[in-house]
């Protein structure tokens, strides 16, 4: 009998692989993303794997942070998945070759508007500190060193936060040369006990201009993007100023074998 075990409850592709428990090959999401080079919104209910994925993603297309200790080439994770001898392996070329900005707004579950502002000003701080290395960079300006600094020395203004993911997407593709790939996990996290406790207007209007202005405006410094979440959020509320958003559900046949199991998966499992 085979000595691996299920990975109940473990969301992080890295450690799957590393601490070999069974995985269920789903990296056909990736070069999904590269031939089209999309910002896809992929919307799935609760454990059908979109942390996974998302953490898989990530592993995929990192340049390994320089000021992050831990960091690692990640290649050998994909080695034997369907991604890594696809296409005679010319989807290898984009491992580990993009700056990525990947945040889970899972732990902004809030009561009230002044604690859920508190935890997005942390999460996109740590990301800042994530990519310390920009703060030493001879690509950056004296200003655009100054700014991210103040960003991730946690004396960021507000304004400073409402732009904090166009302008952080600005500074890796200036710092190197290759355009990043943003990863937003549970985007609909805030939202949802924003509407439960009373401060949705307030959420919404901060994610609206936080999101519109990196994938819209700031478009061109992006490689791509994917935003994952349960529920669809009316385009009305966040999305409205967005034309070149690709969404999908779980009532859409397409990528419906990238979440979740099919029966033949079931059957090997």
Known sequence: M???IYPIGIQNFEKIRKDGYFYIDKTALIYQMVKTGSYYFLSRPRRFGKS???????????????????AEDAAYLFEGLSIWDADDGRYREHQGAYPVIYISFNPVKKQCWEDAWG?????????????????????????ERAYFDRVAGWEAADGDIESSLINLTRLLFKHHGRRPVVLIDEYDAPVMAARDTGYYDGMVSFLKGWLTAALKDGGQALA?????????ISKESIFSDLNNLVVNTSLNAKYDERYGFTEDEVRAL
């Not at 996974?52 to 831990?70: C, G, R, W």
């Not at 997005?120 to 200003?143: F, K, M, T």
């Not at 791509?224 to 669809?232: D, H, M, P, S």
Request: proline share 5%; glycine share 4%; charged share 20%.
């Open 2 to 4: 085979s000595n691996k």
């Open 52 to 70: 996974l994925n998302m953490t898989m993603l990530k592993s995929f297309f990192e340049i390994p942070p320089a000021s992050d200790p831990n």
């Open 119 to 143: 935890a997005l000003n942390q999460l996109i701080v740590w990301e800042y500190i994530r990519h310390g290395y920009l703060s030493d960079s001879a690509e950056l300006n004296e200003q």
């Open 224 to 232: 791509f993007a994917c935003l994952t979440g349960v529920q669809r």
